[in-house]
């Protein structure tokens, strides 16, 4: 073994204690996150601090959400193998191949072409055929696969689009950080029940705003 792969041993066992002790237990989720390398998926200037539970900035402007986070809302979905999963605003890929781990179909969008092209290489590197990357307005969701057992939404919003919403399938769970763009937001979580939507609050987070449209050169 070499000295990143002992030190990336260390620090993974470090991470996987702390989400024990803050309460994280679904079993899927725990072994999605130990089996990502996470080194895969950051910047080559950042590798040594992979494993570290820290956002860290990628291209685009964009960051790569810190493991605790990625795993509390993956946890907050209640994934099961046979759902179908749509991620919005799929970054490096790291949260997608975590989710594709997990449940059975993945559709992630990504409106930076660049994103979106590297992270699909890399999620075909980890032989996740089950997770579809797409260049789209993430606020549109994907009407043409909707409708979604799970949805979950990597960038903030001060109100979870309609269009999102309208593609959650009756019994579904969306995961979203919802506040404002520039400060501190509220994971929320709502499930379409036969009631209408049920909503509860998670934990504060800070996400980068959900954008607009298509990027036009990245």
Not at 31 to 41: D, G
Not at 96 to 125: D, K, S
Not at 169 to 175: K, M, N, T, Y
């Amino acid at each position: 073994m070499t000295g990143d792969e002992n030190e990336d041993a260390i620090e993974r066992a470090a991470l996987l204690l702390s989400l024990r002790k803050r309460g994280l237990r679904d079993p899927a989720v725990m072994r999605a996150v130990e089996q990502v390398p996470r080194e895969m998926f950051v910047e080559p200037a950042f590798r040594r601090q992979a494993w570290r539970d820290q956002a860290l900035p990628v291209e685009c402007g964009q960051t790569i959400s810190q493991p605790t986070v990625v795993a509390l809302m993956t946890e907050a979905l209640e994934l099961e193998p046979a759902h179908k999963v749509l991620e919005v605003g799929t970054g490096t890929g790291y949260h997608a191949a975590i989710l594709g781990n997990i449940a059975g179909h993945v559709v992630t969008l990504e409106r930076f072409r660049t994103l979106a092209e590297a992270a699909a290489r890399r999620l075909a590197r980890l032989g996740l055929t089950n997770v579809e990357v797409f260049i789209a307005d993430g606020r549109l969701g994907y009407p043409a696969g909707a409708p979604f057992d799970r949805i979950v939404l990597n960038a903030a919003v001060s109100e979870v689009p309609l269009a999102l919403l309208a593609q959650l399938a009756p019994g579904g769970i969306l995961v979203a950080p919802v506040g404002p763009p520039e400060g501190t937001q509220v994971l929320t979580r709502l499930r379409l029940g036969p009631d209408g939507m049920e909503k509860r609050d998670l934990s504060p987070v800070r996400f980068v705003p959900m954008l607009a449209g298509v990027a036009a050169v990245l």
